[in-house]
């Protein structure tokens, strides 16, 4: 192996003690032009205008979601939280890689890098956790297996796992110059983003399988009856911002998914592994991800399509209150009703108009739901 400090480019200028120290501190022609390299923490050396532009997209989404949130009358406080700390540490990461990009022997603009782009994805993956409870409650917990303050105490507790082990980890290999603590630092970070992955994956198994329990009831039950009949979810159902951020939901944790794996393989070859000096396949599978999983989230912003479902006060006072005798008004009892002679499904399936008269002889004068703000 070539050596690149005094025995090829001689002693370094005084007071120096390295070619790498005088370069880090002076950033010199000759430090760039010499041959061979006088190599930094790099292995390869940032591009500065792509780097520069993920910069701007982070910073400009991180501002997005701040106005959205005051727009949406500051509704989804956690959610804006979470997305907003990850793509903070998002925009940083990329301002280090940047500024890396100008002196890549000061390890500063590495050790920035390494931390904030580690940890960023498991504060986005906290934000997306929590529209999974929103997404059933407009359905109706009869879709889902479990009601739907769980998935959020599920979910997000094993988030702050993976990102404690990511953080840890990448707070170590950054400030460590010794190669025993440098891997057990990026033995750390693979452990969280193992586990990352290991969550998200479940997490796209219990979304497909609720999703598909939704498929089946509208099946069954007709596009509609078969759901929530609180006339805000019926309403919030029928918008194309749900639609929309069905779809936005699936394609921001899958590319938070595919970013997790690619971090995995990475630093699973080391630092000096191939994949870590392929900047084309970095912005490929973690930048361009990162930013296609929140702009989607910007143009259907939770805030906007959820609104006051989205703050702790709906949460606290039961969501959408059901009647005395009946969890949801789309029970299977009474989904029952809707399948009898003169009262079930017609080819076009059933309307909310059959729906309510089915209602109204099976219950009577009983109350109706209501939205529970």
Not at 238 to 244: L, S, V
Request: aromatic letters at 12%; a neutral charge; proline letters at 4%.
């Amino acid at each position: 192996m070539d050596t690149y400090n005094e025995d090829n480019h001689g002693p370094a200028p005084s007071p120096y003690p390295t070619w790498e120290e005088y370069c880090a501190e002076t950033t010199a022609q000759f430090c760039w032009d010499a041959q061979p390299p006088i190599k930094g923490v790099w292995e390869k050396i940032p591009s500065l205008a792509a780097n520069a532009i993920f910069a701007a997209l982070f910073s400009a989404s991180l501002l997005a979601f701040i106005i959205t949130y005051f727009r949406a009358r500051k509704q989804g406080t956690f959610f804006t939280v979470m997305m907003c700390l990850g793509l903070f540490c998002e925009a940083i990461g990329y301002i280090g890689r940047a500024i890396s990009a100008n002196n890549p022997w000061d390890d500063m603009g590495f050790m920035v890098q390494i931390v904030c782009l580690t940890i960023g994805p498991a504060f986005l993956a906290a934000g997306v956790y929590t529209c999974l409870a929103k997404v059933v409650s407009v359905y109706g917990e009869e879709c889902s297996r479990l009601p739907a303050r769980w998935y959020t105490r599920i979910f997000i507790p094993c988030d702050v796992v993976s990102l404690v082990l990511q953080a840890a980890g990448g707070g170590i290999a950054a400030a460590s110059d010794d190669i025993k603590l440098l891997n057990m630092g990026n033995n750390i970070m693979i452990a969280g983003l193992s586990f990352q992955v290991f969550i998200l994956a479940v997490f796209v198994a219990v979304s497909g399988e609720f999703l598909l329990r939704v498929h089946n009831r509208k099946k069954t039950y007709g596009p509609d009856s078969g759901f929530e009949q609180a006339e805000p979810a019926k309403s919030i159902r029928g918008g194309f911002m749900f639609k929309g951020i069905i779809v936005a939901l699936a394609v921001s944790t899958i590319a938070i998914f595919w970013r997790s794996c690619f971090r995995v393989a990475e630093l699973s070859e080391g630092w000096n592994g191939p994949l870590m000096s392929r900047e084309d396949l970095f912005i490929g599978f973690e930048s361009v991800m990162i930013a296609i999983a929140v702009v989607v989230l910007n143009v259907f912003n939770p805030c906007m399509v959820f609104d006051v479902m989205m703050s702790s006060k709906w949460r606290k006072e039961g969501g959408f209150r059901k009647s005395e005798s009946t969890a949801n008004t789309s029970s299977d009892e009474e989904l029952s009703v809707l399948r009898q002679p003169g009262q079930g499904r017609t080819t076009s399936g059933y309307g909310n108009q059959r729906y309510g008269q089915s209602q109204s002889q099976v219950y009577g004068n009983r109350n109706q739901t209501r939205y529970g703000v």
